[in-house]
């Protein structure tokens, strides 16, 4: 009921992820006065997410339906957001602020920023409850947590619009490394779309200032020092040169990390 009553918020669909069963069903009635239009069972079937994902999306196309790909967007940053603990308004305004410094229009820059915060959706497609876990990863979960780039990318290609087209993109290829040693293609270089490589500066940023379950954040000059050794190996040295140029450290700490 809060969420639905924000403003341009009421047309979001919100599906509840519960481990009621049906023997009670008086919080699902009351889950459905308040505004759910689906239920979820733990524990939670992702490839059912998958799909349900997908219908939303086809939905949020449709002429004349209420669900406007903006709110949908909207519900799914939360989504994002949930699956790592991280604030990606400050991802998404250091993706915008770069793309602005390499010359981008005012409006791809818009669309960046908007489609920026969907790098990772794909995670809870072929990760789920490893991104959890406080301890690093073996080399079979890492191998499978990989795969989320090509999970989000076939999720957000169904999208008919322009930020979900974006966003797959971006999916797809934000862990493409310039020297050609990222995944899931090996792309190199001017191989690698632009937005991509621009969000992969502003994810690492986001990422090493962010606390996660198997480390502390790193200190603000860390981040730098460490984005310096990157440029021209794993980074787009454009994109490093713009990022340093336009973004102020205080903007960075101004959106503190949050704690997973």
Known sequence: ??????????AIPVVMITALNDGDKSIRYEAL?????DFLCKPMDYKEWH???RNFLHLAQCPGQKVLTSDFNTALFSVAESLNGR???RM???SRRIAQLMGLSEEACELLEKAAPLNDLGQLLVAGPLLWFPNKFHEKERIKVRHHTLAGYQLLKQGGSPLFRKGAAIALSHHEQYNGKGYPHGFRGSEIPLEARIVAVADLVDALLSNRPHR???SLDQVLDYLKQ??????DPECVDAFFEGVEPNQLVQLQPVSP
């Open 92 to 94: 998404a305004m250091v």
């Open 216 to 218: 502390q954040a790193w």
């Open 1 to 10: 009921r809060r969420l639905h009553a924000l403003p341009h918020c009421d």
């Open 87 to 89: 604030n990606h308004k």
């Open 33 to 37: 006065d308040a505004g759910v239009i």
């Open 51 to 53: 799909f349900r994902c």
């Open 230 to 235: 990157c440029r021209g190996q794993r980074l």
